[in-house]
């Protein structure tokens, strides 16, 4: 089956510790999103990316940071400079970012949480 | 960047039709209107999207005002699986983005 895979679903992260959140897509998008969602509240953009090896900076990239080296992957790292990281962190994907319809899917998230 | 209002929340009993509204009075010529959906603890999903002209898919209808400054997500037969948070999103193109407001937050009593 086609879709978006996040992994993992729950990630723990200690004060000081980088950690990575896998996205990987076997839809054969061009551009793939990342973006964080607090309690209640709507997505944010972290970072985006419409081709392999170049990607955006979003609303909220600071404390974060990205690559895409093959077209099915796009890892975010979330740094010890993200003061507050707990959130929701959903991956999505589309083809080409710039199509007319920018129907976006997204994966399953990963929830972070700080201990 | 165009924004949009949508209520927080809304109740609406099982198997009735749903009306959802939302406001984009600042809308632009060239912007989409996008509809996604959350269930809990889930990412979006796409529900459906519109121009001009009302739109009608598997999963609801889109009824779009004749100045494009409102708009309205239609489920025709609300089961109770349809309680998520939905959210109306303008896309402007080129721009490579969709902003996301809060929601309205579908509540489906039995």
């Known amino acids: 089956d086609g879709g978006i895979t996040q992994s993992p679903k729950y990630l723990f992260r200690k004060e000081g510790q980088n950690v990575t959140l896998s996205c990987e897509q076997n839809l054969n998008h061009d551009a793939m999103y990342w973006y964080r969602q607090d309690p209640g509240q709507g997505l944010r953009l972290i970072y985006y990316?419409?081709?392999?090896?170049?990607?955006q900076k979003g609303d909220i990239a600071e404390g974060y940071s990205v690559s895409r080296e093959k077209k099915e992957s796009f890892p975010l790292t979330v740094t010890s400079a993200q003061k507050n990281p707990t959130a929701f962190y959903l991956c999505?994907?589309?083809?080409?970012?710039?199509?007319?319809?920018?129907?976006?899917?997204f994966g399953p998230g990963t929830r972070l949480l700080v201990l | 960047d165009a924004k949009t209002t949508q209520p927080n929340s809304m109740e609406s009993n099982e198997e009735e039709p749903v009306h959802l509204p939302c406001n984009h009075s600042?809308?632009?010529?060239?912007?989409?209107i996008h509809w996604y959906r959350q269930l809990p603890s889930q990412g979006p999903e796409y529900v459906i999207h519109?121009?001009?002209?009302?739109v009608n898919n598997r999963m609801a209808s889109l009824a779009i005002a004749e100045d494009r400054k409102s708009s309205t997500l239609i489920l025709h037969r609300a089961t109770l699986r349809d309680a998520a948070v939905y959210y109306c999103?303008?896309?402007?193109?080129?721009?490579?983005?969709?902003?996301w407001g809060a929601g309205t937050k579908l509540i489906i009593k039995p």
């Open positions: 600042t809308i632009s010529g060239t912007d989409y």
């Open positions: 990316s419409q081709i392999v090896n170049d990607f």
């Open positions: 999103i303008l896309r402007d193109v080129p721009v490579y983005q969709l902003i």
């Open positions: 999505a994907s589309s083809t080409h970012s710039g199509s007319m319809t920018g129907t976006q899917y």
């Open positions: 519109g121009l001009t002209s009302n």
